[in-house]
């Protein structure tokens, strides 16, 4: 069955540090998709980023980064240089051919202290 | 361009009550999706409209369902209601009927917040 895991329920760094926030997927589709999402205190989910399971490419936008491997189910996201404005919740979710839907993790509570 | 609109923004019901909640999705998308997001359970999904018509479902009782007008307007309904029912449920906008994932970005509102008493 699919599944999200973002074994780090809460992360606290200052400002200035780097910051990898962990995220593993199940899933027995050959064809899906990975996203990462920012949700902050308003509540509205942000898209950050969306790649599907050919594009094992890793991506650097600005200070933030992702790093795919199918080898390990993984796609970790960093953040180089943290800000304050980084802290929210962070959510990785899995999207299969199969079925749209996504399949959400737990999400990270990231803080960043100043 | 406006983003997605979500009202009320905030409400609280009394346990057996009914409840309809509004999400206006950017102009000219035909897709709305609905989730519910509770402490316990996370983000889960509820049900995607796309013109129309339900296209996809997820795994919640009949008490939830939903509609979508001609102008992509969806109302999701939550009849008898139960105190498991509070939650931050947010819908989500995007061009194809995706139901939030596949290879078409989704545009979240920030969410009606349920409370049921």
């Known amino acids: 069955a699919q599944k999200v895991t973002q074994a780090q329920t809460e992360i606290s760094v200052v400002e200035k540090e780097d910051v990898t926030l962990d995220c593993v997927y199940e899933?027995?589709?050959?064809?899906?998709?990975l996203f990462w999402y920012k949700q902050p205190p308003s509540g509205e989910l942000v898209f950050l980023i969306r790649?599907?399971?050919?594009d094992e490419q890793n991506e650097i936008s600005g200070r933030y980064s992702w790093n795919f491997q199918k080898s390990t189910s993984s796609f970790n996201f960093t953040i180089t240089a943290s800000q304050v404005v980084d802290s929210a919740v962070y959510f990785c979710a899995l999207s299969e051919d199969s079925n749209y839907q996504l399949i959400w993790g737990a999400g990270t509570k990231l803080i960043i202290k100043p | 361009k406006a983003g997605v609109t979500q009202t009320p923004r905030y409400l609280i019901k009394t346990r057996g009550q009914q409840v309809t909640l509004s999400c206006s999705p950017i102009s000219g998308h035909r897709s709305v999706s609905w989730y519910q997001q509770t402490p316990g359970q996370g983000l889960q999904f509820l049900f995607e409209?796309?013109?129309?018509?339900?296209?996809n479902k997820g795994n919640f009782p009949g008490r939830f369902s939903g509609r979508q007008f001609s102008n992509s307007r969806s109302e999701m309904n939550v009849s008898t209601l139960e105190l498991g029912d509070s939650a931050l449920y947010l819908c989500?906008?995007?061009?194809?009927?995706?139901?939030?994932?596949?290879?078409?970005?989704?545009?979240f509102g920030q969410g009606t917040r349920l409370t049921v008493v």
């Open positions: 409209y796309f013109s129309e018509t339900q296209r």
């Open positions: 989500a906008s995007s061009l194809a009927g995706s139901s939030g994932g596949g290879d078409t970005e989704a545009f």
């Open positions: 899933t027995r589709d050959t064809t899906y998709y």
């Open positions: 790649r599907n399971s050919f």
